[in-house]
C-alpha cells in the first residue's frame, strides 16, 4: 500500500491524538489484572513483567530487569506522552521519551524515572508511516504498528548520549554538530541534538527506508543493528537513569557502552562523515582523529575481542547478574 505525503500527516496527527488516551487506558486495565496477582510473592516476577508487556507491548520497546535476587526490578523504555512545541521556525506536536521502573515485591512505580532524554517529533511520525512499508491495507490502519521501528532507540540514545557528554570538543554555543542516526528494522532513524541546560536532549527528525540508502548509510545500518542486537534491553538503553540506580548499575551501563564502542570500531570514518552532515571536510576527519583515540582510551585496560566473545557465550541477563551479586568493579 502507497501511503502518500498527505496520508502520513493525517495518521501522524491521529496517532498523536491517541497516543495519551489510549495509554491511560491501558493503564487502567492492567491496574486491574494486577488485582489477581499476589505482588508480595518474589516469584511473580517474571509473570508480572509478562503482564506488562501483553498490555504495554504497544507503547513500549525496551525492557530490562535489574536489581539483585533480594530486591529485583524492572524499567522499560517507550514512548509516552506528547506535547506541543516550538521547533525551529515552526510549531509541531512531539512524542517525549518514558522511563518507567518498578520494584518488587509490591510492584511500587518510582516516579522519579519517568521521561527521559529524547522525543520522536510529529515529522518523524509521519516519515515512518509513509516510508516504512508497515501499514498494506487501507481498512486496517493501525497506527502502533509503527512502534517496531523504535526497538533500537533506548540504546543508541544511551551511547549517543555518552559520547556526546564525553567528546565535549563537538560542542558549540548552538548545541552540538552531532547528528546521531539509530538503525531500526527498516530503516534509519535520523536525529539531532537540543542543548538544555547543558544536556543533550535527542530528537528523532525524520526516518529514511532501507531501500533509500546509498551503500555506506547499508552498511552503517547493518553494522548498528548487529552491534546492539544483544543489547538492545541493557542497562545502557535506561540513560540517564542507571546513574540514580548504584554502582553496579553505572558499572554495566559503561561496560555495554565499551561493548558497543568495540563493535562499531570497524566503521568510525563512515559513520563520522554521516552524522556530521554539516560540517566541514577538515571538521569530520578531525572528529574521525578524536573518535579513534577516544576509542582507544576508553577500551585500552580491556582485551575487548575476548570479552565480547565471552559476553556473546553469557548473554545480558547473565552478565548483568553476576555483576550485582558479585559487585563489578
Given amino acids: 500500500m502507497v501511503i502518500d505525503e498527505t496520508l502520513a500527516k493525517s495518521l501522524a496527527k491521529y496517532a498523536l491524538i491517541k497516543w495519551k488516551s489510549d495509554y491511560i487506558s491501558t493503564s487502567e486495565k492492567f491496574e486491574k489484572s494486577l488485582l489477581k496477582i499476589n505482588l508480595s510473592k518474589r516469584s511473580n516476577f517474571e509473570k ?52 518507567e521502573l518498578w520494584y518488587l515485591p509490591g510492584w511500587e512505580c518510582d516516579e522519579s524515572t519517568r521521561g527521559s532524554f529524547f522525543r520522536v517529533g510529529e515529522h518523524a511520525l509521519s516519515r515512518v508511516f509513509q516510508r516504512s512499508c508497515l501499514i498494506d491495507n487501507v481498512n486496517d490502519i493501525n497506527y502502533k504498528l509503527i512502534i517496531s521501528e523504535f526497538k533500537y ?3 543508541w540514545v544511551g551511547f549517543w548520549s555518552q559520547l556526546a557528554n564525553d567528546m565535549s570538543t563537538l560542542s558549540t554555543q548552538q548545541g552540538s554538530k552531532l547528528n546521531p542516526i539509530v538503525p531500526t528494522p527498516n530503516g534509519l532513524l535520523l536525529c539531532e541534538f537540543t542543548l538544555i541546560n547543558n544536556c543533550h536532549l535527542m530528537e528523532v527528525r525524520t526516518y529514511v527506508h532501507k531501500n533509500m540508502l546509498d551503500e555506506s548509510q547499508a552498511k552503517i545500518r547493518q553494522d548498528m543493528i548487529e552491534a546492539s542486537n544483544d543489547i538492545k534491553n541493557s542497562m545502557l538503553s535506561l540513560f540517564p537513569h542507571y546513574s540514580n540506580l548504584g554502582p553496579a548499575a553505572q558499572k554495566i551501563a559503561y561496560v555495554i557502552f565499551q561493548l558497543l564502542l568495540h563493535r562499531i570500531s570497524g566503521i568510525t570514518a563512515l559513520l563520522s562523515k554521516e552524522i556530521l552532515k554539516l560540517a566541514n571536510d577538515f571538521e569530520v576527519y578531525d572528529f574521525i582523529r578524536k573518535l579513534d583515540e577516544y576509542i582507544k582510551f576508553e577500551l585500552k585496560d580491556v582485551d575487548m575481542n575476548t570479552f565480547n566473545e565471552e559476553f556473546k557465550v553469557m548473554g545480558y541477563e547473565s552478565f548483568s547478574a553476576y555483576a550485582v551479586e558479585n559487585h563489578l568493579n
Fill in 48 to 99: 508480572v513483567i509478562n503482564l506488562h508487556k501483553a498490555h504495554f507491548e504497544d507503547f513500549y520497546f525496551c525492557y530490562v530487569k535489574c536489581g539483585s535476587k533480594r530486591k529485583p526490578y524492572v524499567a522499560a523504555m517507550g514512548l509516552g506522552y506528547h506535547r506541543d512545541r516550538e521547533f525551529k521556525q515552526w510549531s509541531e506536536t512531539s512524542l517525549l521519551g518514558l522511563a
Fill in 153 to 155: 532507540l533506548a540504546i
